[in-house]
Protein backbone atom coordinates (compact mmCIF):
# COMPACT_ATOMS: atom_id res chain seq x y z
CA UNK A 1 0.00 0.00 0.00
CA UNK A 2 1.75 3.05 -1.02
CA UNK A 3 0.72 6.37 -0.61
CA UNK A 4 -0.53 9.47 -2.47
CA UNK A 5 2.07 11.17 -3.45
CA UNK A 6 0.64 14.21 -4.50
CA UNK A 7 -1.28 14.68 -0.94
CA UNK A 8 1.01 12.53 1.14
CA UNK A 9 1.82 14.52 4.53
CA UNK A 10 4.86 13.66 6.26
CA UNK A 11 2.84 12.19 9.56
CA UNK A 12 1.86 9.68 6.88
CA UNK A 13 4.90 9.06 5.36
CA UNK A 14 6.03 8.18 8.80
CA UNK A 15 3.13 6.18 9.73
CA UNK A 16 3.41 3.86 6.45
CA UNK A 17 7.19 3.54 7.59
CA UNK A 18 6.58 2.16 10.67
CA UNK A 19 3.87 -0.23 10.10
CA UNK A 20 5.93 -1.54 7.14
CA UNK A 21 3.74 -0.63 4.70
CA UNK A 22 7.00 0.80 2.53
CA UNK A 23 10.44 1.73 2.75
CA UNK A 24 12.44 4.75 2.49
CA UNK A 25 14.09 2.93 -0.16
CA UNK A 26 10.56 2.28 -1.79
CA UNK A 27 9.62 5.70 -1.39
CA UNK A 28 12.55 7.22 -3.18
CA UNK A 29 11.71 4.58 -6.34
CA UNK A 30 8.13 5.90 -6.55
CA UNK A 31 9.26 9.43 -6.28
CA UNK A 32 12.00 8.95 -9.17
CA UNK A 33 9.60 7.30 -11.32
CA UNK A 34 6.93 9.99 -10.80
CA UNK A 35 10.00 12.29 -11.66
CA UNK A 36 10.89 10.29 -14.81
CA UNK A 37 6.79 10.47 -15.86
CA UNK A 38 6.04 14.05 -15.69
CA UNK A 39 9.51 15.72 -15.60
CA UNK A 40 11.07 13.21 -18.89
CA UNK A 41 8.54 11.41 -20.77
CA UNK A 42 5.03 13.16 -20.66
CA UNK A 43 5.27 17.08 -20.69
CA UNK A 44 8.70 17.13 -20.38
CA UNK A 45 8.80 20.31 -17.76
CA UNK A 46 12.22 19.53 -16.66
CA UNK A 47 11.56 21.10 -13.65
CA UNK A 48 13.98 18.66 -11.51
CA UNK A 49 17.29 19.34 -12.95
CA UNK A 50 18.96 16.26 -11.17
CA UNK A 51 18.58 13.78 -8.43
CA UNK A 52 20.78 12.74 -5.68
CA UNK A 53 22.35 9.68 -7.58
CA UNK A 54 22.68 8.38 -3.79
CA UNK A 55 19.53 8.38 -2.82
CA UNK A 56 18.78 4.92 -3.43
CA UNK A 57 21.51 3.48 -1.19
CA UNK A 58 21.44 6.56 1.69
CA UNK A 59 17.59 5.35 1.77
CA UNK A 60 18.60 1.45 2.24
CA UNK A 61 20.93 2.78 5.03
CA UNK A 62 18.26 4.38 6.77
CA UNK A 63 15.77 1.65 6.52
CA UNK A 64 18.35 -0.68 8.18
CA UNK A 65 19.05 2.42 10.66
CA UNK A 66 14.89 2.47 11.33
CA UNK A 67 14.87 -1.25 11.80
CA UNK A 68 18.24 -1.46 14.46
CA UNK A 69 17.21 1.76 16.40
CA UNK A 70 14.06 3.27 15.37
CA UNK A 71 14.29 6.95 13.36
CA UNK A 72 15.84 9.07 14.38
CA UNK A 73 13.37 12.44 13.82
CA UNK A 74 10.39 12.98 11.53
CA UNK A 75 12.11 13.60 8.55
CA UNK A 76 13.93 9.95 8.94
CA UNK A 77 13.84 8.96 5.73
CA UNK A 78 11.48 10.71 4.08
CA UNK A 79 13.01 11.84 0.23
CA UNK A 80 12.57 15.94 0.13
CA UNK A 81 12.91 17.72 -3.31
CA UNK A 82 14.56 21.59 -2.77
CA UNK A 83 13.69 23.91 -5.28
CA UNK A 84 16.94 26.44 -6.11
CA UNK A 85 16.45 29.70 -7.27
CA UNK A 86 17.85 29.76 -10.97
CA UNK A 87 21.01 31.74 -11.95
CA UNK A 88 20.92 34.60 -14.48
CA UNK A 89 23.85 34.68 -17.25
CA UNK A 90 24.44 38.62 -17.15
CA UNK A 91 25.46 40.56 -20.29
CA UNK A 92 29.11 41.20 -18.54
CA UNK A 93 29.65 36.61 -18.86
CA UNK A 94 29.17 37.14 -14.42
CA UNK A 95 26.36 34.93 -12.46
CA UNK A 96 24.00 36.76 -10.58
CA UNK A 97 20.66 35.65 -8.08
CA UNK A 98 17.71 37.54 -9.35
CA UNK A 99 17.31 39.92 -6.46
CA UNK A 100 14.85 39.48 -3.40
CA UNK A 101 12.64 42.57 -3.38
Given at each position: ????????????????????????????????????????????L????????????????L???????????????????????????????????????
Amino acid sequence: MYPDLYEASIAELQAGLEAGHFSSTDLVKAYFARIEEVNLQGPSLRAVLETNPTALSRAAELDAERREKGPRSALHGIPVLLKVRCQVQCDFGALSLPSKG
